[in-house]
């Protein structure tokens, strides 16, 4: 009946569930050794899980898509193979310096227009009026002497499915659709995740840039931000090359932020909590320098998430006499996004 004081909700099911959960993976090693063995072992059933961890990256076929010059930077859209996989289309920020060889920065994307948006684009390819989350990120970085390769991860922009794409293929009508459910979905009934796709997106990256004589090889890193932070955290785990990270709006508890509302299905991994919480996978990175960034206002990962992870984390790090290696920064006012300056300056420490 109407009004009637509704005694059917499953929360306390799921709370229950999440109360009585002891994740396989809680840290206890006692010495080094124990750690080594601890991370190869969480390191090798997060690959189960998200249906195994791309063993060869090989890339053929690089096209250059158009060109366009900056007083400060040249853009250029490009595409390359993946054996194996798919062709995927990026964006390679290059300085207009006086010198031959530069650091770079991997920038994985969040959820939105695809890699557009972080270099000031809209679907169209038109110049954004205004910045989004995102914050023309990649232009910072190109300006500050950083190569940037932006790969479009599968499930935007011109890597929706072709129905979707047909739908809306400039992002005219929402400039956040996306073909995240529909292409997660499909793999997870094959036991794969769109995660591991994407690794593979920002693994084949690293190779581009690790090919090309203009950037220094031990000065790679890498910066998630929002849906593009769980594949920089899966990419520094398993290319331990990646010289530094910056996750960016996404560290917390699931508990607190991927469970507490609706999220896109990209986050979901089966059985992932039975294994660790967030914030432990985030820990397996250390001794790789890391920075974790929230915003201080941020309604889809908290803040006080965010320190509350950051202190679990930072236990790790200590573990192993690596505490000046992670770093924590709020953006002050800021609802969800992502900043490239501190981000610079924490890569500059150790580039």
Not at 17 to 34: G, M, R, T, V
Request: aromatic fraction near 10%.
């Amino acid at each position: 009946m109407a009004g009637e004081k509704n005694i059917f909700s499953p929360d306390s099911y799921l709370d229950k569930l999440y109360q009585q959960n002891s994740p396989q993976f809680i840290f206890k090693a006692k010495n080094k050794k124990e750690w080594q063995q601890w991370r190869r072992k969480l390191k090798d059933k997060v690959a189960e899980i998200i249906g195994g961890a791309p063993k060869k990256t090989e890339i053929s076929k690089i096209e250059i898509l158009s060109e366009r010059d900056f007083t400060s930077y040249k853009r250029i859209r490009i595409s390359y193979q993946v054996k194996g996989y798919l062709k995927i289309p990026a964006y390679l920020l290059i300085p207009r310096f006086k010198q031959d060889i530069f650091p770079a920065v991997i920038i994985a994307h969040g959820h939105g227009n695809g890699n557009r948006e972080t270099v000031g684009i809209n679907g169209a390819g038109e110049d954004l009026w205004e910045s989004t989350c995102h914050n023309n990120l990649a232009v910072d970085f190109v300006k500050a002497g950083y190569i940037v390769i932006v790969p479009e991860l599968i499930g935007f922009g011109d890597r929706r499915l072709l129905e979707d794409y047909k739908n809306d293929p400039e992002l005219s009508d929402d400039p956040t659709l996306n073909s995240c459910y529909r292409i997660n979905s499909q793999l997870l009934l094959y036991g794969e995740s769109i995660l591991r796709l994407r690794l593979w997106d920002i693994l084949s990256a690293f190779k581009i840039l690790e090919k090309r004589d203009d950037v220094v090889k031990n000065q790679i890193n890498l910066l998630g931000f929002s849906g593009g932070a769980p594949v920089a955290i899966l990419s520094a785990l398993f290319e331990a090359r990646i010289k530094a990270v910056v996750i960016s709006g996404y560290t917390s508890y699931y508990k607190e932020s991927i469970m507490a509302r609706r999220h896109c299905l990209d986050n979901y991994l089966p059985g992932i909590l039975k294994q660790a919480e967030l914030p432990t996978i985030i820990s397996a990175l250390a001794p790789t320098p890391l920075m974790i960034q929230a915003a201080e206002k941020d309604s889809l990962f908290p803040l006080e998430s965010a320190q509350k992870a950051y202190k679990e984390i930072e236990k790790i790090y200590k573990f192993l006499d690596s505490e000046e290696r992670l770093e924590f920064n709020i953006l002050k006012n800021a609802e969800h996004s992502v900043a490239a300056a501190p981000a610079i300056d924490f890569f500059k420490n150790w580039n």
